[in-house]
Nanobody
Framework: QVQLVESGGGLVQPGGSLRLSCAAS????????MGWYRQAPGKQRESVAR???????NYADSVKGRFTISRDNAKNTVSLQMNSLKPEDTAVYYCNADVAVGLGPRENYWGQGTQVTVSS
């Protein structure tokens, strides 16, 4: 089994910054694409940013130029640097990863979520 644990959420004023981190733990696993999703109250979960094992990235249009996703393959971590935050960025942010355990198939894993609130 693999666990994804997020950290770094909180309350920030509009225009501020936050950095989210996610660490994967377990044994005998390989991580492929990783990403961040978010879900605001009353809305569907949406993709925010994704990064491949090789470092290729893509972002939701709403966060381009403000958010930066990065990963450390040696440490099995992924981070999301969020700048120029807006109230509409308020949501629960979830870490996501495609993981193969041992010789098994790739499966999709989710973290437990971390709350980000942008408010004055």
């Amino acid at each position: 089994q693999v666990q994804l644990v997020e950290s770094g959420g909180g309350l920030v004023q509009p225009g501020g910054s936050l950095r989210l981190s996610c660490a994967a733990s377990g044994s005998r696993f390989s991580i492929y694409a990783m990403g961040w999703y978010r879900q605001a109250p009353g809305k569907q979960r949406e993709s925010v940013a994704r990064i491949t094992r090789g470092g290729s990235t893509n972002y939701a249009d709403s966060v381009k130029g403000r958010f930066t996703i990065s990963r450390d393959n040696a440490k099995n971590t992924v981070s999301l640097q969020m700048n120029s935050l807006k109230p509409e960025d308020t949501a629960v942010y979830y870490c996501n990863a495609d993981v193969a355990v041992g010789l098994g198939p790739r499966e999709n894993y989710w973290g437990q979520g971390t709350q980000v609130t942008v408010s004055s």
